[in-house]
């Protein structure tokens, strides 16, 4: 951890997907930078609770951010993956025309696409689409073949540890709290250490609120009162990999103008799932992070996901979950509004508000824009020894070949102690998520770094087992095991404390 | 490149089905038998269940499960059945080539049977369905008993049991017995799917109050549990507006039911009986492949440990004939189907050769609870065996031997299926 006295040249407010993108962007220089969140892990808002699309662009009204940092953030993956080891796969997308009364929105969104600079976009009737994905409805559909899926909170992760690696301190659990802008045009930034419940404060130059949900509340601080954000809840469930290879391709249904989002629809991930959802439903502003699931949209998608996949069983559900949009339009209102990424009328604090969809697939190109507006303010200091690339084998371990594994295997007889037996995880894997570099420490970091316990049983045969590690391995005691943050203690104690009577 | 070892009988799984399968099989001479166990000891799921009750028709007395574990893993160990433990078969070919993993190795192995004995796994959370948060503090019971009974740790102190399911009971007496305050139990059937003496003795005695008809339909915390809304349902199970009620408390026991764990037996291609969620078999056990055969907690569920037993030594015993050379699945074989108020009848088909060589033993589980019913067995129009029972529950497996005369007469029509039915 760095000199509390030493002034921050940038502070980076939320590690989600965006927030991290940021840091890893700048820490090609040789500034000083650090990122606050307030959740135990980075990743745990909005970055872990989407579809995990990288979407093509075709969705979105030309010349707005979302069209153009849309496009070229997807055209920025292949690279950032690649550097990064994380998994990507460009399986393509059909929006479908079920009607005709679909067919001027399916126009209009090659119209779009085109005039948004999608490549590879292909009109196709039923048999094309069907050579594509047998069995598809639809009269006409529109192919973007630069569409893929990705692990979102893989993603985040590996941006957050990359730029840990080039030296970007991150202080997790971390609420802000209070902003102010000194004189001198330093901030100072008040936040209260949620694990032992103490004030820090920091000093930084430049200020940038990627807060999500929240971005709206830590604008306010500062003194900027226009923006507001309101939560829009999206449900989805989670399907067993029973199901692995049924989808070839992303299948979306054409959506109407004022959707909030674009429908529910099957997306499959890459760990061989299948995601039903997401809902778009607005919450009350009492608590943003209210991702509770609810009866009717419960019901809704399991009536989509059978009308989709006729011969999924009841087990075949085996997990839900929801994310909230941070959207810009009221409820009245409706649709989407443009991201907010600007300059603000306090020099130095810049904001990114409303970054919902395409907020995953243009993080790298949002990165490099709040860059070029982080550069007005202080001088990036160019530097040599910027490592792009994540140390390590980081991808999963069961998924490599027989000799591979058995080579690691040589190297590190951990790699062959399975310990999560449905999503076969090692116990190697297990060790490294838990020796992450960020610190993180609950459950959910285990789980979001090496998959275990996402498997059908959810847990039920391997959580034992990592909590056993946990504590014979690394002392932990019964109330140090957090499943995530806002007090989600696991364990109550011991059953006897040691010596006791039985 | 690599050699691939060989062996006559493969038993994965180490709980008390592969024990007594494992024990069957080299009784019966075969000659290499291999027992894989994925955990750091025999005995699987019997370890962690501390209370008594296990074997009263086995060994006419009521032991623990590590007793009921320990007088198998003795009688293995006698006998020099060969153990692995610590080692995961990841994957089984319809012609038993394995592929296994534990520290420091990954190979392969080759093997004239298997028996896949791998037992259940508890469904959770997301089977159900439940609005709501998810907080922590949301257990299946069979966790939580793993952690109160294997590794010290309370999961919490104010608790809820959603279904009554055995492991439900058990740990509704467990946590009250370590002080915890165990609310109620809920279930959403209007009766309990757990055994008869586990209500006593689990709940009257303790005065824990079991609600019929009842399900959670809420779950609420952000963080750690804060309680759950619960609810009456209909006779179609549908919660009836207005009945709902908060419930506080700090932690949800799931006991609502068991899924057969059959990844490998996917993998080798083995058909499987969406009611059981288990292979389908024969009456010696084999499934659909020839050489694998499948038997406890694995096949079905059963509600009694002697019953794993019984059926995994004939599993066991047939494996061993099979990995000799004796004929397999070629022949005649009637199939057996549930008629009406069976939900289902396990074996699935009885070989011809079990008109002369002996008794096969037909388990099956009623729909609904009935008290002075006549269970039938028939053969088109014509009755094989009856039997009346005072009292028959969904919770209880019932058994009904049919002797080889019984078979005989069911071969007269073989192309009429024995249909199993309450009269």
């Not at chain 2, 791998?118 to 257990?139: D, F, K, T």
Request: aromatic residues 6%; glycine residues 10%.
């Amino acid at each position: 951890m760095g000199n509390i006295n030493e002034i921050y040249d940038v502070m980076i407010i939320g590690a989600g997907v965006v927030g991290v993108a940021i840091a890893r962007e700048l820490s090609r220089y040789s500034n000083r930078l650090g990122v606050i969140e307030k959740e135990p892990d980075v990743s745990l808002g909005a970055s872990c609770r989407n579809s995990g699309v990288i979407h093509s662009g075709i969705n979105y009204k030309p010349g707005t951010r979302r069209a153009i940092l849309g496009v070229r953030g997807n055209a920025m993956m292949d690279e950032l993956c690649f550097e990064l080891n994380v998994p990507l796969k460009r399986i393509g997308k059909l929006t479908v025309a079920l009607t005709e009364e679909d067919l001027p929105g399916l126009f209009r969104l090659y119209e779009q696409g085109r005039a948004n600079g999608v490549p590879g976009m292909e009109m196709m009737n039923n048999s094309a689409m069907r050579r594509i994905q047998p069995g598809v409805d639809g009269i006409f559909g529109l192919w973007t073949p630069s569409s893929g899926i990705i692990s979102p909170y893989g993603l985040t992760i590996a941006l957050a540890e990359n730029a840990h690696a080039n030296g970007v301190d991150f202080y997790l659990e971390c609420q802000v709290e209070s902003l102010t802008r000194r004189d001198d045009g330093v901030f100072e930034v008040g936040a209260r250490d949620l694990r032992h419940n103490a004030m820090r404060k920091f000093e930084t130059r430049v200020i940038i609120n990627s807060a999500g949900i929240h971005s709206d509340e830590i604008s306010r601080m500062a003194g900027i009162d226009d923006g507001v954000i309101w939560a829009c809840r999206g449900e989805y469930y989670v399907l067993d990999r029973r199901l692995d290879g049924t989808l070839k391709t992303l299948v979306y249904p054409v959506p109407g103008r004022n959707d909030p989002g674009l429908g529910i629809h099957l997306t499959p991930t890459v760990d061989g799932n299948i995601l039903i959802g997401p809902s778009a439903v607005y919450i009350p502003d009492e608590d943003r992070e209210d991702y509770r699931a609810t009866a009717p949209v419960m019901e809704s998608l399991k009536r989509e996901g059978l009308r989709l996949l006729p011969d999924l069983a009841a087990s075949d559900f085996i997990r839900n979950f929801a994310g909230n949009r941070p959207k810009q339009t009221s409820p009245e209102v409706g649709g989407n509004a443009d991201f907010t990424i600007e300059d603000t009328a306090i020099p130095g604090f810049i904001r990114l508000q409303g970054i919902e969809s395409p907020g995953l697939t243009s993080s790298p190109a949002i990165a490099l824009e709040v860059r070029d507006l982080v550069s007005r303010h202080i001088e990036l200091r160019s530097r040599t020894d910027f490592n792009a690339a994540n140390p390590g084998f980081t991808g999963f371990f069961s998924d490599l070949p027989l000799e591979a594994r058995r080579e690691l295997i040589g190297s590190d007889p951990e790699y062959g102690e399975i310990i999560c037996r449905c999503e076969r995880i090692t116990k190697r894997e297990i060790r490294n998520a838990i020796e992450n570099p960020l610190g993180a420490r609950t459950l959910m970091s285990v789980k979001y770094r090496a998959r275990a316990t996402m498997g059908r049983c959810q847990g039920g045969f391997c959580l034992p087992r990592i909590v056993r590690m946990l504590r014979d391995e690394y002392g932990y005691e019964p109330e140090d095991f957090m499943a995530k943050g806002r007090g989600a203690y696991m364990f109550a104690g011991h059953v006897r404390s040691r010596g006791e009577a039985v | 490149m690599r050699s691939i070892s060989r062996r006559s009988v493969a038993v994965i799984g180490g709980g008390p089905a592969g024990l007594d399968a494992a024990i069957a099989a080299y009784e019966a001479g075969a000659l290499d038998v291999v027992l894989i166990e994925r955990d750091i000891r025999l005995g699987g799921i019997l370890n962690q269940c501390i209370h008594d009750g296990f074997g009263l028709h086995r060994f006419k007395e009521a032991l623990s499960g590590p007793e009921y574990a320990s007088r198998c893993i003795d009688r293995l160990t006698d006998l020099g059945v060969s153990v692995m433990l610590e080692t995961i078969v990841l994957d089984l070919s319809p012609d038993r080539r394995m592929l296994l993993s534990r520290r420091g190795a990954l190979f392969e192995m080759e093997c004239d049977s298997v028996v896949l004995a791998m037992g259940c796994r508890e469904r959770a959370r997301g089977a159900l369905s439940i609005p709501g948060h998810r907080p922590s503090g949301v257990y299946t019971a069979g966790a939580a008993q793993n952690l109160v009974n294997m590794e010290n740790i309370m999961p919490g102190r104010n608790i809820v049991i959603l279904g009554s399911g055995d492991i439900g009971l058990i740990m509704a007496r467990r946590m009250t017995l370590e002080g915890a305050h165990v609310e109620a139990v809920f279930e959403i059937m209007p009766y309990s799917s757990g055994l008869p003496r586990n209500i006593q003795q689990c709940l009257v005695d303790y005065e824990i109050p079991l609600y019929l008809s009842t399900t959670v339909v809420g779950i609420t915390g952000m963080g750690r549990l804060e309680g759950v809304t619960v609810a009456s349902v209909d006779e179609n199970r549908i919660p009836v507006r207005g009945t709902e009620r908060f419930v506080p408390c700090d932690t949800l026991l799931l006991s609502v039911g068991l899924i057969p764990e059959n990844e490998l037996a996917r993998s080798a291609g083995v058909l499987l009986d969406p009611v059981t969620g288990g292979p389908k078999v024969d009456d010696r056990c084999m499934t659909s492949v020839p050489g694998i055969f499948s038997c406890g907690n694995a096949l079905h569920v059963h509600d009694l440990v002697d019953w794993v037993s019984e059926e995994a030594s004939r599993a066991g015993a047939a494996s061993a004939k099979y990995a000799s050379g004796e004929p397999g699945a070629s022949g005649r074989a009637i199939s057996v189907v549930p008629g009406s108020g069976i939900r289902y009848v396990l074996p699935d088909r009885i070989g011809e050769h079990a008109s002369v060589c002996g008794d096969v033993s037909l388990a099956f589980r009623v729909a609904s609870p009935s008290r002075g019913s006549v269970v039938g067995i028939y053969s088109g129009g014509v009755r094989i065996k009856e039997e009346s029972h005072s009292r028959l529950h969904p919770a209880e497996m019932v058994w009904i031997r049919l002797g080889c005369d019984d078979i005989a007469r069911a071969y007269e029509t073989p192309d009429e299926p024995l249909e199993v039915r309450i009269v």
